[in-house]
């Protein structure tokens, strides 16, 4: 069971609870250009969520309870998906027993919010789980600057930057925006860095593609440790990146995204 409690971005910037069962339709309504319908593409967003083992929000019912839950599996040719029970027994009950429940989270930098129906219990491996029908709609709302897009997995680009205590590490590349990068180790040594830190010299090798530097500030550190293999994700903001280097990399997520597309 997951018993993690965490707060949407959203949630912390704002300083308050944003779910609100009378307005919600008329908040998703507004988040139009953000929609997603089609029932393939949701599909590929949650098995996203899976794969990356990423927390989501869960809150329902009139006073706006919480669990926190992980997508489990999703099965796209029956239109379902199976998520983790929260850590209350009571709050998974109320959970059972409401009509629409806002689901929330962060996926390579971007929100992402949905609505589903009420859930059935359901067994996973063994264990206690819901399982709900997949959402007709999903919102992934993001700010075009901030647009991510995501870099190759098999053969990963590079980032090597020195660390506050000199030492020089290689991280492989995530994603990356006009504004920042997003990087992962299985070092168990990055574990220590924190929100705030400063990476110097950050070299990115696109092999082909070219090589850029610039300085790097943490903005987001986030642990998907497993007990055998320990992945650490931190999200970083260019400090230093050259003007003449910004058209360069415009291209370069272009180029990125236009291949994404055509798989």
């Keep these: ?30 988040l139009e250009d953000f929609r997603i319908s089609y029932p393939k593409e949701i599909a590929n967003v949650l098995r996203k969520f899976v794969r990356q083992m990423e927390f ?3 809150t329902f019912g009139r006073h706006g309870e919480r669990i926190v839950t992980r997508i489990l599996a999703v099965d796209e040719r029956a239109g379902t998906f199976v998520y983790d029970y929260g850590a209350s027994e009571a709050e998974n009950q109320r959970l059972q027993d409401a009509e629409e429940n806002l689901f929330s989270g962060m996926q390579s930098g971007v929100h992402i919010q949905f609505v589903c129906g009420r859930p059935q219990p359901h067994l996973h491996e063994d264990l206690p789980a819901f399982k709900s029908q997949l959402p007709k709609n999903l919102y992934r709302i993001q700010r075009r600057e901030n647009f ?10 590079i980032c090597t930057a020195t660390l506050p205590d000199k030492r020089r590490i290689s991280f492989d590349i995530v994603d990356l925006s006009l504004t920042g990068i997003r990087l992962r180790s299985t070092d168990a040594s990055t574990g ?36 055998n293999n320990p992945i650490y994700h931190f999200g970083c903001r260019f400090l230093s990146l050259p003007k003449a280097k910004e058209a360069s990399l415009q291209r370069l997520i272009t180029f990125l995204e236009l291949s994404r597309n055509r798989r």
């Design 1 to 30: 069971m997951t018993t993690t409690n965490l707060l949407s971005e959203t949630e912390l910037e704002a300083g308050v609870e944003t779910y609100r069962p009378s307005t919600l339709t008329a908040s998703l309504a507004a």
């Design 56 to 58: 989501l929000n869960v």
């Design 192 to 227: 220590d860095l924190a929100i705030g830190m400063t990476l110097t010299d950050a070299t990115f090798d696109y092999r082909d593609l070219g090589v850029m530097q610039s300085e790097l500030r943490i903005t987001f550190v986030h642990n998907s440790q497993t007990f």
């Design 148 to 157: 991510r897009v995501e870099t190759p997995i098999a053969n990963p680009y």
